[in-house]
């Protein structure tokens, strides 16, 4: 394996570096750093997450404010399934470069799951701008569900209106397996389906709403949509 490779020769060049530098006490000695950090990056490679960890945290204290560790540290957390403590440091990453969207979106998770639990670390954050999905009195479709799939359902939200769908389509995904007979769930994939030009997907999943919500006349409008697409 690759990685483990690189993991062998980063472990000899750390403690080369290490060996080299009689001074440097309990901080890991300035030529290590960089190792450090590209080892703790093949151990979360490798599913080695508290490794990974280590470093990162090594790294982050030996160069406080240093994006790149900063970042490590969170994704380390995350990877252990504790995203109250991923949120501080990817917080203090995006103070630093606030057009980070990759970093935005990963510190939205974290918020999200650290408010419902936390919980493993998925392939993680609307039926688009101007379209309110689900709303109305008679809104079968848009029945509460669980709180963590509405949450996913918001991020998902967010990541459409951002033309990010493809992190749309992983939250919604998510949601689905946490609520399955969500129909407003349904209708909004096969609305970010339809934006990706994946017609028969987005019919696909038409269908499911309106087996799941006859009575909702939004799963039949995305029904027809899709069927224009074909």
Not at 59 to 80: E, F, I, Q
Not at 86 to 98: I, K, N, R, Y
Not at 173 to 194: C, D, Y
């Amino acid at each position: 394996d690759r990685h483990a490779d690189a993991r062998a020769l980063l472990d000899a060049a750390v403690d080369e570096a290490e060996a080299a530098d009689a001074t440097k006490g309990a901080a890991p000695a300035d030529a290590a750093v960089p190792l450090l950090h590209a080892r703790a990056l093949c151990s979360a490679k490798l599913g080695e997450r508290a490794r990974a960890l280590a470093d990162a945290v090594a790294v982050a204290r030996a160069r406080p404010g240093w994006v790149d560790a900063l970042v490590s540290v969170g994704r380390a957390y995350a990877a252990l399934g504790d995203w109250e403590k991923a949120t501080p440091p990817w917080e203090v990453a995006l103070a630093e470069q606030p057009g980070n969207t990759l970093l935005r979106r990963d510190l939205e998770r974290a918020k999200m799951e650290a408010a419902h639990g936390g919980g493993a670390k998925s392939g993680a954050p609307s039926e688009g701008a101007g379209e309110a999905e689900g709303a109305g009195d008679d809104d079968e479709g848009a029945a509460e569900g669980s709180s963590k799939a509405m949450a996913l359902k918001e991020l998902a939200n967010a990541a459409t209106s951002r033309f990010e769908l493809g992190r749309a389509l992983e939250y919604l995904g998510e949601a689905i397996g946490l609520e399955p007979r969500l129909a407003a769930l349904w209708a909004n994939r096969s609305h970010v389906h339809e934006l990706l030009r994946d017609s028969e997907a987005a019919l696909s999943d038409a269908h499911e709403c309106v087996a799941l919500a006859p009575s909702w006349a939004k799963g039949y409008y995305r029904a027809a949509r899709a069927l224009l697409s074909l």
